[in-house]
């Protein structure tokens, strides 16, 4: 759509219209701040919803891997042939073998329910390693009689690095008089900060060795963790190592080990862009009825314009530039706004918490202990082109009233 030198500068005036026109300009103002809150909110929620399930994802498979191989009855006797198998797999670049018991734990009176997970202490040293927030890593070796510990759990016991816990097995020796609880003492190596509520607050690190020995599982382990190259096609990747796994062994992907959580934020995350999305048509609405507004005002100069020569064509230009302009402007306005908030995000969730009083982000409800964002770059061009559009189809109605505008019936009492 291109416009004169003439259309250019009337578009322009009635953009900036004159001190008899401030009501006019008021309301093209707020249709401009409109359309700019409504972009920033959907671009704020979905990046902050992206960012739930990115770090979620993320922080969830580094510690779970893709999927893990264990056995119906929870021991996996004969596990070194099912590594090598799903080493040779093609797609699959790791294959850890590891053991996770629910268990208590005990300090100064305290007592907690956590995970004793027993892994090769190399195998997670790229996970936690620089999760460390005290101690260190390389202290817990198997028959140290040292473990690593979450910060969450270590705040819920009192316990700090060098303190010694108690970690209780129900499934002990059996006697003659029943069967004897197992309760073994260890001592705090390292405290690491995953990020996740539950797993800093349960979490317990030990050499697969130790828990073998806490456990009496002998040789045999509890699962083997997985890892592809492309989570997202893990089912077909595995597929082939499935159908050689010995009877009682299955695979589970981490969809199904997670499938309620990821599919309720997918559902939260659809629901929130439509809700929003109403935003940004309220906004549309108000741009519809600033042009009415303006075409009612001016609807004498309309008149001259067409007895002078001014085409139909030329009036639903000016009016349609006019309309996309405000929408165009409150569109990027929202962008920077959003981009702005998302990047002072955190600082954003703190004032509000000071002013308030209340804790707003509270990590064990909401699994995270900041609030994450990941900007979609789709989801922006989606967005801004729905703003445009919702702008540009706003604009209609009022430049085909304006070009219908009949100068002799305007003009006759003048």
Do not use: C
């Amino acid at each position: 759509m291109i416009l004169s030198r003439y259309e250019r500068m009337i578009a322009r005036r009635y953009l900036l219209p004159g001190k008899g026109e401030a009501f006019i300009f008021l309301v093209a103002s707020i249709s401009l701040v409109a359309v700019m809150l409504g972009v920033a909110a959907l671009v704020i929620v979905m990046s902050v919803m992206n960012g739930f399930r990115a770090e979620l994802f993320d922080k969830i498979v580094g510690l779970n891997g893709h999927a893990v191989i264990q056995s119906v009855g929870g021991r996996l006797p004969d596990w070194q042939d099912i590594v090598r198998q799903a080493r040779a797999t093609p797609g699959v670049t790791s294959a850890v073998p590891l053991i996770e018991q629910p268990l208590a734990a005990t300090y100064n009176g305290r007592a907690e329910a956590v995970l004793v997970r027993g892994v090769r202490m190399n195998d997670v040293q790229d996970v936690i390693g620089k999760k460390i927030v005290m101690g260190s890593l390389a202290s817990v070796t198997p028959g140290s009689g040292r473990i690593a510990i979450g910060s969450r759990l270590a705040e819920a016991l009192g316990a700090t690095v060098g303190s010694e816990i108690q970690l209780f097995n129900p499934q002990g020796q059996t006697t003659p008089f029943g069967t004897v609880p197992r309760i073994v003492n260890y001592r705090v190596g390292a405290i690491f900060e995953i990020g996740l509520y539950d797993y800093d607050k349960q979490f317990v690190m030990m050499p697969i060795q130790d828990a073998q020995t806490l456990l009496l599982m002998g040789d045999a382990i509890g699962m083997i963790e997985l890892q592809t190259v492309d989570a997202d096609r893990v089912g077909p990747i595995l597929a082939p190592l499935a159908d050689k796994l010995p009877p009682g062994a299955i695979i589970q992907d981490w969809r199904s080990m997670n499938a309620q959580l990821f599919q309720a934020l997918e559902v939260e995350r659809v629901a929130m862009f439509t809700v929003l999305s109403i935003i940004i048509l309220v906004a549309v609405f108000n741009i519809l009825s600033s042009l009415i507004m303006l075409v009612r005002a001016k609807t004498r100069d309309i008149a001259i314009l067409r007895t002078m020569g001014a085409t139909r064509a030329g009036m639903m230009r000016i009016f349609v530039t006019v309309g996309t302009i405000i929408g165009a402007l409150g569109t990027v306005a929202g962008l920077i706004l959003g981009a702005v908030f998302l990047f002072y995000r955190q600082a954003v969730v703190n004032f509000v918490q000071f002013v308030t009083g209340q804790n707003l982000w509270d990590p064990s409800i909401r699994y995270l202990t900041e609030l994450p964002s990941k900007p979609d770059p789709v989801e922006i061009v989606v967005i801004t082109v729905m703003a445009l559009g919702f702008s540009f189809l706003a604009t209609l109605y009022p430049a085909w009233k304006a070009a219908s505008t009949d100068p002799v019936q305007v003009l006759r009492y003048e």
